[in-house]
């Protein structure tokens, strides 16, 4: 039972553009959620995060919406740039659980 | 200020043994999480301990256990290893474990059970 899903395992997208990572998720009762980023052999950081309350959280050149009826969450990044090529984890949770849950990932490629 | 350490990087073990990884978290930091990320699965969580305590677990099996010592170091134990063992295991500390505060994930342990 995947409750948080990453329908898209790869992504590519030219440098410069804009790149559009997408996550959906079934709990209704997920409040928070949150965008990790993962170079190979080394473990995820955490990129940015938004609450449920919002629908709309920036950090420079990121910025994550989340459509709450929808049950959808995308992460922007804009300008894409070289380094940010990794593989993107989305991550919920619920009130009172310390546990994350986490979909399965994104590779994202930026081509030059 | 130092990261989150696992030992071993990397472990080869043979069906039906068992098997101990360790994690440092970031000092001061008395929450550490386990989760195990296979091909396919993206990342699953395993348990969290909390000064000295385990709060949360996940759907695993018995077989997999962990403990947290005083300094907050974590052991996760998993024993009578299966193929389908094999998979990277990553520890994540934070300062409280609460969900809006940073976790900050070791480099992991890759298991490999031939």
């Known amino acids: 039972d995947q409750q948080v899903k990453q329908n898209s395992p790869s992504l590519s997208v030219q440098e410069g553009r804009i790149s559009i990572l997408n996550c959906d998720y079934t709990?209704?009762?997920?409040?928070?959620f949150l965008w990790y980023k993962k170079y190979p052999a080394e473990g995820p950081t955490f990129l940015i995060s938004?609450?449920?309350?919002?629908d709309k959280n920036e950090d420079g050149r990121f910025t994550v919406f989340l459509n709450k009826s929808a049950k959808h969450l995308s992460l922007h990044i804009v300008p894409s740039q070289p380094g940010d090529s990794a593989v993107y984890f989305c991550a919920a949770s619920a009130p009172g659980a310390q546990k994350l849950v986490f979909g399965q990932g994104t590779r994202l490629t930026i081509n030059p | 200020k130092a990261g989150v350490t696992q030992t071993p990087r990397y472990l080869i073990k043979t069906r039906g043994q068992q098997v101990t990884l360790s994690c440092s978290p970031i000092s001061g930091h008395r929450s550490v999480s386990w989760y195990q990320q296979t091909p396919g699965q993206g990342l699953q969580f395993l348990f969290e301990?909390?000064?000295?305590?385990?709060?949360n677990k996940g759907n695993f099996p018995g077989r997999f256990s962990g403990r947290q010592f005083s300094n907050s170091r974590s052991e996760m134990n998993v024993s009578t290893l299966e193929l389908g063992d094999s998979a990277l295991y990553l520890c994540a500390s934070s300062f409280t474990g609460q969900r809006n505060t940073e976790a900050f994930f070791g480099q992991g342990t890759r298991l490999t059970v031939v």
């Open positions: 301990y909390f000064s000295e305590t385990q709060r």
């Open positions: 709990n209704s009762m997920f409040d928070y």
């Open positions: 938004i609450s449920s309350i919002k």
